[in-house]
């Protein structure tokens, strides 16, 4: 019986390890909702706030929970480790490049809290045809973040904050780090 329940155990991780196949862009949609929220009751509920479905959010926080971003109770985000993954790893792992000119929603240090500090005629934008500021491309993390951060302006902040990670100078980076500091620290 020992050996059974130890073979279930392997066949169990085993199978939870096939579906990490690492983060996915909307992992860190997911995460910084989980932030601007300060907490949330119900999967349910971030799966209609964020446009993403119940078992993609489930999935998400899933490999959050491997990943340890989030802790085991699955509410609880690890704030010092997002914060480093963000500052460290989100431009090589999720990088993006400026493309086409577009009308859509303002990003990075064309949007707020950074669009205070830069003044610049480089605009960056979340491509969205009723968009009234055109600037280059930046592909959001997922389709349903648009809604989301027109729905929640802590969020919006967090996601231009990280776009300015992905695509920003070195004094953009420099100020989004400080800015994520003080929202997620």
């Known amino acids: 019986p020992h050996s059974r329940f130890a073979n279930h155990k392997l066949m169990y991780y ?3 390890m096939k579906k990490h196949n690492g983060m996915r ?16 009751s119900y999967l349910k509920d971030l799966s209609n706030q964020l446009g993403i479905s119940p078992s993609e959010i489930t999935e998400s926080v899933n490999r959050s929970v491997l990943a340890g971003l989030i802790a085991q109770d699955k509410k609880t985000v690890m704030r010092n480790t997002l914060y480093e993954f963000l500052i460290h790893g989100l431009p090589y792992v999720f990088p993006q490049k400026p493309g086409a000119i577009v009308p859509g929603i303002p990003t990075a240090h064309s949007a707020p809290p950074l669009n205070k500090e830069f003044k610049s005629s480089e605009m960056y934008v979340w491509p969205d045809p009723k968009g009234e500021v ?9 389709q349903g973040q648009l809604n989301a951060a027109k729905d929640d302006l802590k969020l919006y902040e967090l996601l231009a904050l990280t776009d300015a990670l992905r695509v920003g ?4 980076k420099q100020l989004a780090a400080e800015e994520l500091r003080k929202r997620i620290l």
């Open 14 to 16: 085993i199978c939870i």
């Open 25 to 40: 862009p909307h992992d860190i949609l997911v995460l910084l909702k989980i932030i601007s929220l300060g907490e949330y």
């Open 134 to 142: 055109k600037g280059q491309e930046i592909i959001p993390f997922h």
């Open 169 to 172: 100078k070195a004094r953009e």
